[in-house]
């Protein structure tokens, strides 16, 4: 410390004679620096509230209810920020600036430009630079003419450009409706249609009628299958199997072995009564059974015939043979009744 003290009283005239020259060469700097004013505006995008209608040209519209959106993908501030900024925009605020021999290039003169979105907001921020206020504020004017020249052009080129393609869909729909009036009348000569207004009144009433008849049978129909299904389940049996047993319940040699059958279960009864099971006689009766079952079998499953045997389970046989009946019946209506519909 006593050595760096020592040093600098040694050296104190140059390092006085320094510290001048320091300060004047900063003092010559402030001078000489270019002082710069800065205008600022301000654009305000209409909120969801507001009753205003604006339309952007091919940016889109803002419209009641709905506002400015923000988002990443889209933007309404940005793509607004992004014309303010564009460099057909700046030219022309370049080619009427007092001091544009001063930036010879248009990208050194659009640094004296910020426009900045405010997120989640529907204001933009415009700061521009000028060597006086004057001409901060001709810059900023400028800028702002500039910006509203630009919109009205994009509206202009995008009502020119929609105009343009409603022009052409207008033909091509002029083309087609002429085609189709050719058609109709063809149509209207070869069925021999004379006031077509009543007649398509008279189809539609037609259609609309056959339609009723249509959801009706479905609906009978659907209500068959399914009182089949339970009869099905309640019997075991399908409703082929049903005719089949019905059959077999009129045909007398079906009878005639089944009568047998049973006069052999009696007698066997009545031998086991009296006898062992391994006895001739229970034995007999047992292979003159089996016989009689085998003849039976080749009637048919013999447990059709049993199930179908009382009256009661008979009545249901028919009762389920009806109903499938009913269902086929129905589902070949419904089928006549969507030709008929297609036809008309």
């Excluded at 021999?101 to 900045?116: A, G, I, K, M, T």
């Excluded at 299904?229 to 199997?241: F, G, I, V």
């Excluded at 059958?261 to 006898?275: D, G, H, K, N, Y």
Aim: some cysteine; overall charge negative.
């Amino acid at each position: 410390m006593n050595k760096f003290i020592f040093t600098a009283a040694r050296h104190w005239k140059l390092l006085g004679l320094f510290n001048l020259l320091l300060l004047a060469v900063t003092c010559s700097i402030m001078i000489q620096a270019k002082k710069t004013w800065t205008a600022e505006a301000k654009l305000i995008l209409p909120k969801p509230t507001t009753d205003l209608n604006a339309d952007l040209g091919t940016l889109g519209n803002i419209s009641s209810g709905q506002g400015a959106v923000f988002s990443q993908q889209l933007n309404s501030l940005k793509i607004l920020a992004s014309i303010i900024t564009s460099k057909d925009s700046l030219r022309q605020v370049w080619q009427q600036d007092a001091e544009k021999d001063l930036y010879p290039r248009l990208e050194s003169y659009q640094n004296l430009f910020s426009v900045l979105p405010q997120n989640e907001s529907t204001i933009i921020e415009i700061a521009i630079e000028g060597s006086s206020p004057e001409l901060a504020q001709q810059r900023t004017e400028a800028l702002l003419d500039t910006f509203q020249k630009r919109l009205q052009k994009l509206r202009a080129e995008e009502a020119s450009q929609r105009a343009e393609f409603l022009s052409t869909e207008l033909a091509i729909a002029q083309e087609n409706l002429e085609s189709a009036e050719i058609e109709l009348n063809n149509y209207k000569t070869a069925v021999n249609l004379i006031d077509n207004d009543l007649q398509a009144q008279e189809i539609l009433a037609a259609i609309k009628i056959l339609s009723t008849e249509k959801s009706q049978a479905i609906a009978r129909s659907k209500a068959s299958q399914e009182k089949v299904k339970e009869l099905s389940a309640r019997l075991q049996m399908t409703p082929e199997a049903g005719i089949e047993s019905l059959r077999l319940g009129e045909n007398p040699e079906y009878l005639a072995v089944k009568q047998s059958i049973s006069e052999v279960e009696a007698r066997l009864a009545r031998a086991r009564s009296q006898f062992f099971e391994d006895s001739p006689q229970v034995q007999n009766l047992l292979s003159e059974r089996d016989k009689l079952v085998g003849q039976l079998s080749n009637f048919g499953v013999v447990e059709l015939g049993q199930n179908a045997s009382s009256s009661n389970s008979a009545n249901l046989v028919q009762e389920m043979i009806l109903a499938d009946s009913a269902a086929q019946e129905s589902q070949q209506q419904v089928e006549q009744l969507e030709i008929e519909i297609d036809e008309l």
